[in-house]
């Protein structure tokens, strides 16, 4: 088995700011995705990478920025955050059919 | 468009009743997937159903590709299986996953 790693687990930030997402994974999966998900609202993908150093964009990538430095890391980066915003941001991985994911950053803008 | 539709969007059961959950597809499907999120949890793969019936304990899933649907049923339900409960789709082998809105279940005892 494996695990997927979310770090922070909150994240509270002001409007304006620059705000970074960390997801680790350790099944060696090569594809990691990055999700969004607001109250009542099914996911929509930001951005994902299909092996290192590779970044896709998803249906909602304007705002953010992506790295895949390493096999196992993912990070995703809210360029200029919203005043009131708030949603869940879910990282996932996958070797085939199957998707797993990470427990997810909550995110609270002031 | 919205490409996929999970209906009903909540639900509420007493303990014991049954659940029957519905992904309706207006585009062609390869594979779909079913989800389920605790709430303030994170997502766990019930079923990678591309096509036919899985069961699992008390969860049946059926999808039928030419029809172009989905549907989770929950028998006995339990208290345990409130939460939400997610379809996701693929248009291709090798395409990305799209998920629906989701189905919010609350089962009271």
């Known amino acids: 088995g494996g695990i997927i790693t979310q770090t922070p687990k909150f994240l509270i930030g002001q409007e304006g700011q620059k705000l970074t997402l960390k997801c680790q994974q350790n099944?060696?999966?090569?594809?990691m995705y990055w999700y969004r998900q607001d109250s009542g609202k099914g996911l929509r993908l930001i951005y994902y990478?299909?092996?290192?150093?590779?970044?896709q964009k998803g249906d909602l990538s304007e705002g953010y920025d992506a790295s895949r430095e390493k096999k196992s890391s993912f990070s995703l980066t809210v360029t200029s955050a919203q005043k009131n915003e708030m949603a869940v941001f879910l990282c996932a991985s996958s070797s085939g059919d199957t998707q797993y994911f990470g427990p997810g950053t909550r995110l609270l803008v002031l | 468009g919205q490409q996929v539709q999970q209906s009903p969007a909540s639900l509420v059961l007493q303990e014991g009743e049954n659940a029957e959950l519905q992904c309706n597809f207006s585009t062609s499907l390869n594979s779909m997937q079913w989800f389920y999120q605790r709430p303030g949890g994170s997502l766990v793969s019930l079923f990678y159903n591309p096509s036919g019936t899985k069961q699992s304990g008390r969860l049946t899933s059926t999808t039928v590709i030419k029809e172009r649907r989905s549907s989770l049923h929950i028998s006995s339900s339990q208290t345990t299986d409130s939460g939400t409960y997610l379809c996701a789709w693929r248009g291709s082998a090798l395409g990305r996953l799209h998920f629906g809105a989701g189905t919010q279940l609350i089962v009271i005892p």
């Open positions: 099944f060696n999966h090569d594809t």
């Open positions: 990478s299909i092996t290192e150093n590779d970044l």
